[in-house]
């Protein structure tokens, strides 16, 4: 038995569970949001709970009921209290703001760059150097913060670049002159 499939997720005040055939919609006081079923697994609302079960102990099955449990606890927790991910941006001149739903950022390219929030992630910027995503959705949100964060890495040898908050970077010595 998957040991965190078999955990049942609570469902806490003010937020409404229903599994719709193949779909699981999760509706709280941050927004709703509908989870993808696949037809392998079971999903049931007892309790103030939801329960995830499978029919057997097939490798499909068994791969698939602790993946759609997480996802179903991480929609009830982000329609509860969101998801947030934050990311610093490093470098002289160097500097990100927002307007509306695009984020204005200069990172050492010879044009500003815009990237265009998608809709259900907002943004907020500290300092002109600390970006903070927020949504209700955390694989957005998280793939909203890796798109950013591609646009310019960190880079090794100087340390300019996008990163994660509390995200290491190793750096690395450059050439050396020969004297």
């Known amino acids: 038995m998957s040991r965190i499939g078999k955990m049942p997720i609570k469902i806490p005040d003010k937020v409404k ?14 927004g709703k949001l509908a989870v993808p079923l696949n037809p392998l697994v ?10 995830v079960t499978r029919p057997n102990d097939e490798r499909l099955p068994k791969s698939l009921h602790g993946l759609t449990r997480t996802l179903i606890g991480n929609a009830v927790r982000g329609v509860t209290q969101g ?18 739903q695009v984020l204005n950022m200069s990172v050492g390219f010879s044009h500003p760059v815009d990237f265009v929030l998608p809709a259900g992630v907002s943004c907020e910027v500290e300092k002109q150097t600390r970006v903070i995503l927020r949504g209700v959705d955390k694989a957005l949100v998280g793939q909203t913060a890796a798109q950013i964060r591609g646009i310019k890495r960190m ?3 100087k340390g300019k670049g996008i990163q994660y908050a509390g995200e290491r970077v190793r750096r690395k010595v450059g050439k050396q002159g020969v004297a």
Do not use: C, N, Q
């Not at 569970?17 to 941050?30: M, N, W």
């Not at 079971?42 to 329960?51: A, H, L, P, S």
């Not at 998801?83 to 509306?100: Q, S, T």
């Open 155 to 157: 880079e090794p040898y």
């Open 83 to 100: 998801f947030e991910d934050v990311l610093e941006i490093k470098g002289v001149g160097y500097r990100a703001e927002v307007k509306g």
């Open 17 to 30: 569970v229903a599994v719709d055939g193949s779909t699981v919609r999760v509706e709280g006081p941050k």
């Open 42 to 51: 079971k999903v049931v609302v007892e309790g103030g709970e939801v329960v």
